[in-house]
């Protein structure tokens, strides 16, 4: 993915995590392996694999979402937010991360 791309993706995750009210976005290729993140938690470690950070701390969640059988993008927010708070943001991003991801999707 071109650096371009990666700034756009940061921006738009950027976006979802301010409306969503979360603490952490981030997207994960095909293979869960970490394209881009934003934000910060202590059950969010970028360099562990994934199944290591599905515990998470006590009060906070994770929503993931696929975008095109190709990315997942998710967040992680805590006890306060509503589940349908973070949904709704994510949907809000989905065009955009789907129009700015379509060099790297099937056609």
Known sequence: MDQETLRQVHNILHSI???GMGRVGFMLNQNGRLIAHVGSSPSFHPQARFSEMTEGEEGENVYMSGIEDRYIVGVVFGELVTM???RDAVEAARPQLTQVLSPYLPR
Do not use: L, N, Y
């Open 17 to 19: 995590v301010r409306q």
């Open 84 to 86: 349908e708070t973070v």
